[in-house]
């Protein structure tokens, strides 16, 4: 679940941003979509709790964000919301297992290898445990990302294009990914993406470039 | 995974970079430590070596020569003094204890150093084997040239003249070990003494010696001789009579160990301070060597820097996690550092040893150790700040979405 109402943000005095009200239900699933350049990135990291916005309110799993301190919004994040960045961004000095358990450290949580082994056999990952990200093949990686996003099952689970540059098969299998896993843990999700492959798939869609002032 | 798996985990994937530095640092420290033992070894042993004794009597010459040859047995003596003056130093009031010397003679390079046992009593010796001499001939051999020199009691040996491997070798008087000292850690470990009327028979060979125990009676006054005179004070104002004494009522001189050890290791004191700054620009290029390593790091991890914002760490924790890497590589070094100067100390002291000069050890430890890795520590700790304080003000959202 997550609310956003009257969001704007300015980079530099220009409007790069501009969300009146969207509002999701917790566990539902939903495309943010627009071309780029519309902001698809900024409203992810707004979402995230990764960038304040300049104005308006920004609630997520019942929680205002805007009240938190800085080093409360990062506890929140770390524990609540999962993000899969589209450049991924493994952390290549660690292998696999790592990688997650560091997800789970890094949130302040208790290093569970058993939940850690349990999401990776779940994304067909379990033989690639201790391969280095830089071994991995773009699939391989992408669900090891994926992985980590939901280790600490998120209430809120983020995926920034993540079908753009895969062809027609694997683009559906990422999809049903993301929806299974958010599905397991119980997370809203959204994707933000331009790919009009996907559209027909996620019911809920939410378009961005019509919101733009 | 804990802060200090991350930062392992982060030296291990750039190794090579890592190891430079810890080679850098490390050379610094070990040459620190090494100056830290050695000087500290040098001044104790000598130190102990002078210890109650507070002048030295030889003849006309060099003061520093003096205090060298008679109290360290390193230099050559500057002359003889003439027995009859020796007994008048000996009788003035202001003297507790004069311990007679008389030199010249060596065995394989080691000082063959004829005296009485209050020499042996001045620095507490105790034998490991056999006895005292008794006898003129009679040897007793310190601890480490037995060692070295597989010398035995019974053993017999030739004495050659002059201090040097070269002198001519008095073949016609044999010495006899008689008895082998403890190890004393002082300047006795590495000398054979025997009794002095020993030394005036060697020299008075061209004599017609009937009882060479008898030898003080057969020799004329005048080839009676010491080399030097060590004398302890009566008391503290014997310092203002007796060296004033010495110098203007007779041709010996009175040398101050003190003040003498005191001018030598001011003049050694150029050669350890031009040493000391060596090993600190080690150190800090060490230091320079670690900030630019995590500077540019900066550089290739500043998204794993955002991505680890993303999962939770808040700014403080991605600065300690740079301090962390310094304060590694800093300990790291620094151990290795401190473990290789006792190594470079003891392979010395080894050689040092063999060329029977004063002997150093690398397995002490002094308390300065601790503020040379303290000294360490810090610039490690210095050199990631700046990375740090990057690290912390990482822009998440402008990092993430230039890539």
Redesign the interface.
Known sequence: MFALRDVHHAYDGKTVLSVPQWQAEQGAQWLMLGPSGSGK??LL?VL?G??RPSSGQVSVAGQDLGALS??AL??F???HIG?V?Q?L?L????SVI?NL????????QS?DAGRVREVLASLDLADKANARPHELSFGQAQRVAVA?AVVNKPKLLLADEPTSNLDDARCMQVLDLLLTQAKACGATLVIATHDQRIKARVPNQFELGAARV | MNLATISLAYLKARSLNTLLNIVLLALGVATIVFLLLATAQLDQRMRRDAQGIDLVVGAKGSPMQVILSSIYHLDVPTGNIPYKQALEIAKHRAVKKMIPLALGDSYKGARIVGTTHAYLDHYGAKMAAGKRWENVLDAVIGADLAKRMNLKLGDKFHGAHGLGETGEVHEEHPYTVVGILEHSGTVLDRLVLCSYETVWAMHASHHDIKDINDIANQLNEEEKEFTALLIQYASPIAAAILPRYINNNTDMQAASPAYETARLFSIIGVGVDVLRGFALVLVFSAGLSVFIALYNALNERRYDLAVMRTLGTRPRTLMLLLLFEGLLLALIGGALGIVLGHVFTEVLGHALRMAQQVSVTGWTWVSAEWWVLALAVGVGVIAALIPAWRAYRTDIAGTLARG
């Open positions: 990135t900024t990291h995230a990764i960038l800085a080093s990062d506890h994040r770390g524990k993000i960045l450049r961004h952390i290549d000095s660690l790592k358990l560091l997800a789970q450290y890094l949130a302040g290093q980590r």
